[in-house]
């Protein structure tokens, strides 16, 4: 078939990297792809630049921006500006299934739509169209396993979250966790959890779950959810691990100046601190990780953002740091030569494969978990905000590829951790087992990627599956 599959990330950058990375397998397995985007209603994330960018390093890629949805009033959400960001994003996007259909249909052959976990809305319109719709999972496989469960005992983890102790919670295919680890928009009994707990119900709607991992990474997370075992009453849709899925960089950033200061530090001696595409700490907080790194003599890289006003407001645009009034006095001078301070964002990619970075303090998004994976990097691991602490619990015990960074859950990771921590990631016998098992999986994920390899034939398998599908319903395209 002259194959076409329509992409269709969600906001924020954290969805839209591995969806562009998927649109290259697609062209790599000859099957051509377009991108299609919608505004976010965060005003965080400007999507025009970032589409510029990544449209110059990913020239192959067709990417199209939908028009806006139809004004409030005629039937759509998305525009009440009083709503939390969170439901102003669901509302958007309900409100985008009206472009989103209009523009599948002017195209001459569209065989498959694949969504986003957050646009699960648009399996209406897939239905509609009699497409069949995949789910991309932008996130651990882990989670899914946990997110499927979600709707059906949200409310009975809720309760027990007032007891004292904090309960744990146990799934099938995953470590025990604690119930506060679960996002915390989901714990609270409001228009947030409700549209979020839908859209993990949708996805068993969904013909398949394409999922950004690999096998060997999460082998009891799959294996639950091929039994099946993590959804009462309903089947589980064909899972297929396709990853992992972690952008090469833009061609620009090679020469970038940070670069160019790890190119003079010598092999694997520098931790390099960031906090995903959002994080960002109290001034306080950023002051306890200056001291702590000051005080551990080790180098480092670290991408500094201004503290929010309202630190739940992750919409919040955040301006260039002043560093001087950030920072403590003296910090800038006594650590100079031997660490940098970036403002607002580094070229994250770039900096962990460098041969110069040595370990990878990180907030647990998924994206930057399969960066440090993939750099073969120990993860000090520091969640900040959405599935991040799941994460943390998945990359600490379940896959032992990095350690907790202490106080996270609570105010303040203090000075002391910090220090602590950095010296014993870079520094001591005792993390060389790490090291070992971050190599071994960095050389497992190769593995995957390669001809043959479970990602690659997993890969190979959704797309004959697809073929069947297409193959089975005598479908004209509803066009
Ligand atoms: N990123 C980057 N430079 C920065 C901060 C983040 O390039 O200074 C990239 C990072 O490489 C990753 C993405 O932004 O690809 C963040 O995605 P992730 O899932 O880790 O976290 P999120 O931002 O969604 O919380």
Not at 93 to 104: G, H, S, V
């Amino acid at each position: 078939m002259g194959r076409t599959v329509v992409l269709y990330p969600g906001p924020g950058i954290g969805h839209l990297v591995p969806m562009v990375e998927l649109a290259k397998v697609f062209l790599q397995h000859g099957v051509a792809v377009t991108v299609v985007l919608v505004q976010p209603p965060l005003e965080a994330f400007d999507l025009s630049s970032s589409v510029a960018r990544f449209a110059a390093a990913n020239p192959s890629v067709n990417f199209h921006v939908l028009p806006p949805p139809p004004p409030a009033g005629s039937g759509s959400g998305g525009d009440d500006t009083s709503a939390r960001p969170i439901v102003r994003m669901f509302g958007l996007l309900d409100a985008m299934n009206t472009p989103l259909r209009d523009f599948l249909r002017s195209l001459p052959s569209v065989h498959a739509l694949v969504i986003d976990m957050f646009c699960t809305t648009a399996l209406g319109v897939a239905s509609e169209l009699r497409l069949p719709a995949y789910v991309f999972f932008s996130s651990a496989a882990s989670d899914l396993a946990v997110f499927l469960h979600l709707p059906s005992t949200r409310d009975s983890i809720k309760i027990s979250l007032g007891e004292p102790g904090d309960s744990v919670v146990h799934f099938p295919g995953v470590p025990p966790f604690k119930a506060s680890d679960i996002p915390s928009e989901i714990l609270h009994d409001d228009e947030a959890s409700r549209v979020i707990l839908s859209t993990f119900q949708d996805l068993l709607d969904s013909t398949g779950v394409l999922v950004n991992t690999f096998e060997s990474l999460e082998t009891r997370a799959l294996r639950a959810l091929k039994d099946g075992l993590c959804v009462t009453g309903r089947a589980t849709p064909p899972v297929y691990c396709v990853g992992p899925l972690v952008s090469g960089g833009g061609g620009d950033e090679k020469d970038h100046e940070y670069l160019r200061w790890l190119d003079a530090q010598p092999d694997k001696s520098v931790v390099f601190l960031s906090f995903g595409s959002l994080g960002a700490f109290s001034k306080k907080q950023v002051e306890e990780i200056a001291i702590g790194l000051q005080s551990s003599e080790q180098r480092f890289l670290w991408v500094v953002r201004n503290p929010r006003n309202d630190e739940k407001n992750l919409a919040e645009p955040l301006a260039e740091p002043d560093l001087d009034a950030l920072l403590p006095a003296g910090f800038t001078e006594s650590t100079k030569g031997r660490g940098l301070v970036v403002k607002l964002w580094a070229p994250q990619v770039e900096v962990l494969r460098h041969r110069a970075t040595g370990a990878f303090m990180t907030h647990c998004g998924w994206n930057s978990s399969l960066e440090g994976i993939t750099a073969g990097l120990p993860l000090l691991c520091w969640p900040l905000y959405a599935e991040q602490r799941l994460n943390k619990v998945f990359l600490v015990e379940e896959m032992k590829l990095g350690v907790e960074m202490r106080g996270y859950d609570g105010e303040l990771v203090n000075a002391e951790e910090v220090e602590a921590k950095v010296r014993w990631v870079m520094e001591s016998e005792d993390c060389q087992a790490l090291r070992q098992r971050a190599i071994a999986m960095k050389d497992a994920a190769v593995e995957a990627l390669r001809e043959g390899g479970s990602s690659h034939a997993a890969f190979v398998k959704f797309l004959e599956d697809l073929q069947s599908y297409v193959d089975s319903v005598s479908r004209p395209t509803g066009r």
